[in-house]
């Protein structure tokens, strides 16, 4: 079964330093992996994903994520926080082999807060 | 804005009811994906349509149905309302192509339902 953890419910960090959401994957393959954002009452929004390739994936609004195969990671980063990044944050799989079509697997998401 | 519409915004009916959710995918995209999200459950795969025909099915209630129309737009049936079902529904609509597990969903903004 394909599946996605994001261990932290909430990260804080001031405004100006390094950003890191934290994503572990579960699936038999190789995985296609996603990030979302969501800011208060509206949908998700496409971030960036990885499919194959290079390991470091660069997305919208600065952000960016490194796929580790070994460590079965896909964290987001940022290296310098906006108060305007605070939101909530989801991590989401797509296992290629699998037969129930396209849906993305979601994580539980984490709530970022960005802090002046 | 994503480009995929959802209406209502909002609605609030009594338990026993029956509501239809309405989605309108994007331009060109013949997929259209429904997820539930909840404070308990998070981000969860309800059903999927891809050209009017039923494609992958997730943790969706015997209770809800759905369907997909010519016109690609699709419907959101929910049945015989539980207090447990007040959630915000989200439709999100993707291009199926040759590479269709490598695309990712664009979200609309969400119908929140709230049975009293």
């Known amino acids: 079964a394909q599946s996605v953890a994001q261990p932290e419910d909430q990260v804080n960090v001031a405004e100006g330093n390094p950003l890191t959401v934290k994503c572990t994957y579960s699936?038999?393959?190789?995985?296609?992996l996603f990030w979302y954002v969501q800011y208060p009452n509206r949908g998700l929004q496409f971030l960036l994903k990885?499919?194959?390739?290079?390991?470091l994936v660069k997305g919208s609004y600065g952000f960016e994520a490194e796929f580790n195969k070994s460590q079965t990671s896909f964290h987001l980063k940022k290296p310098s926080a906006l108060v305007s990044d605070s939101a909530l944050y989801f991590c989401?799989?797509?296992?290629?082999?699998?037969?129930?079509?396209?849906?993305?697997?979601f994580g539980k998401g984490t709530s970022l807060l960005v802090t002046p | 804005d994503s480009g995929v519409t959802q209406t209502p915004k909002h609605l609030i009916t009594a338990t026993g009811q029956r509501v239809t959710l309405r989605c309108s995918p994007r331009?060109?995209?013949?997929?259209v994906y429904w997820y539930q999200q909840s404070l308990d459950q998070g981000l969860q795969f309800l059903i999927q349509?891809?050209?009017?025909?039923?494609?992958a099915k997730g943790n969706i209630l015997e209770r809800f149905s759905a369907q997909q129309f010519p016109d690609l737009h699709s419907e959101l049936n929910l049945s015989s309302l539980e207090l447990g079902d007040s959630a915000l529904y989200f439709c999100?609509?993707?291009?199926?192509?040759?590479?269709?597990?490598?695309?990712?969903?664009?979200f609309g903004p969400g119908t929140r339902l709230t049975v009293l």
């Open positions: 999100a609509s993707s291009v199926v192509g040759l590479a269709a597990r490598r695309d990712e969903q664009f």
């Open positions: 699936v038999s393959g190789n995985p296609y």
């Open positions: 990885y499919i194959t390739g290079d390991n």
């Open positions: 989401a799989v797509r296992d290629p082999n699998s037969n129930s079509g396209y849906a993305l697997n």
């Open positions: 331009s060109g995209d013949l997929s």
């Open positions: 349509y891809y050209n009017g025909e039923e494609r």
